[in-house]
């Protein structure tokens, strides 16, 4: 039963939405798991739009970081986002780009290690141009390395590209 699926793409290109319903075709009850830490009232509001949109079909889990804690032995689980979930290790190691990822990969592999289907959303950050922040390059390099360990370990890989999906592997 073990799977591991990368669901990749642009700002609102169709991702979340594509995560759930695959998930709901691999499983009646399948568990949500959300990375976002409520930074403002804008933002608030977004992670309140995805609540809505999931029924009482779904087990629902906030964790920022450390997804291994929970156990998800046979089920499908959907884990949105690798993008804020990397944020998470980013800022908590001031930045580090090797410190963060080091413990990203450690989780994902600790957490992966489960008998179960997992459904990772992600963002291809790196799709735009070079930014001028430093910080904002630094988190794109992170960003990206880890799409990409994600990406090695995966069974399956999808693009979303204006709501369509294109396969990948």
Known sequence: MKQIILITGGARSGKSSYAEELALKL???????????????????????????????????????????????????????????????????????????????????????????FIFVTNEIGLGGTSENLIQRKFTDMQGWMNQYIASKADKVTLMVCGIPVTVK
């Open 27 to 117: 499983s009646e009850h399948p568990i949500y798991m959300a990375t976002a830490r409520i930074w403002d009232e804008e933002f608030r509001q977004r992670v309140q739009k995805h609540q809505e949109r999931r029924g009482p079909e779904w087990t629902n889990i906030e964790e920022d970081k450390y997804l291994s804690k929970y156990k998800v032995e046979g089920r499908v689980v959907l884990i949105d986002c690798v993008t804020l979930w990397c944020t998470n290790f980013f800022f908590d190691h001031q930045s580090s780009v090797k410190e963060a990822l080091d413990e990203a990969k450690q989780e994902f592999d600790l957490f992966t290690k489960q008998d179960a289907t």
